[in-house]
């Protein structure tokens, strides 16, 4: 049971948008803690997407993009693609465990 | 540019002790501000966070595993060195090292993130 909830799998056509949802607790993302967003395709390294929120790390392109408020936040894709099919996971810090906290990661898949 | 890669053995037995080094380039572990994380992550599961070492030598330990867990850093040698004690199966895992920023472009963020990860190691543990 991860402390960061996140959907196990969401799924897009090509060029639709998708969103994939982080839901933490008053101890870490509604603590004002930031959340970051790592993709991990198949049989490789997580790699980070968005850090602090929103920001997007050079080299990703702007399809993806980020937001939080409250005790959520959310990473939004438009504009799938197949090779975005890959899980993604948030990452933010739990002040009340002290520990870095993910999520238990969602599955992309591009249909 | 920022390159980490992790190493020690694939097959551990019960009870042992597994010893993972991490030998990193691109920055300097006695740079202020500057850390490198051990993350792992089950055969089909989420990623864990496990440790941290600063480059002031202060450490960060997941408190679930703090009493098996020791980090400790080579400067010199450009390497992080992660011990964990009594292994069991369920300790299998793909074990990776991160380093760790909290700012970038003149902003520091509340907590940091692993913008650099290594490839990978995958150690299974059986007898």
């Known amino acids: 049971q991860s402390v960061l909830t996140q959907p196990p799998s969401v799924s897009g056509a090509p060029g639709q948008r998708v969103t994939i949802s982080c839901t933490g607790s008053s101890s870490n993302i509604g603590a004002d803690y930031d959340v970051h967003w790592y993709q991990q395709l198949p049989g490789t390294a997580p790699k980070l997407l968005i850090y602090g929120n929103s920001n997007r790390p050079s080299g990703v392109p702007d399809r993806f993009s980020g937001s939080k408020s409250g005790t959520s936040a959310s990473l939004a894709i438009t504009g799938l693609q197949a090779e975005d099919e890959a899980d993604y996971y948030c990452?933010?810090?739990?002040?009340?465990?002290?520990?870095?906290?993910f999520g238990g990661g969602t599955k992309l898949t591009v249909l | 540019q920022i390159t980490l890669k992790e190493s020690g053995p694939t097959l551990v037995k019960p009870t042992q002790t597994l010893t993972l080094t991490c030998t990193f380039s691109g920055f300097s572990l006695s740079t202020s501000g500057v850390g490198v994380g051990w993350i792992r992550q089950p055969p089909g599961k989420a990623l864990e966070w496990l440790a941290l070492?600063?480059?002031?030598?202060?450490?960060r330990y997941s408190p679930s595993l703090k009493s098996r867990l020791t980090i400790t850093k080579d400067t010199s040698k450009n390497q992080v060195v992660l011990t964990m004690t009594n292994m069991d199966p369920v300790d299998t895992a793909t074990y990776y090292c991160a380093h760790r920023r909290e700012c970038s472009g003149g902003r520091c963020y509340a907590g940091y993130y692993f913008d650099y990860w290594g490839q990978g190691t995958l150690v299974t543990v059986s007898s």
């Open positions: 990452q933010s810090y739990d002040s009340s465990l002290s520990v870095v906290v």
């Open positions: 070492i600063y480059w002031n030598d202060d450490k």
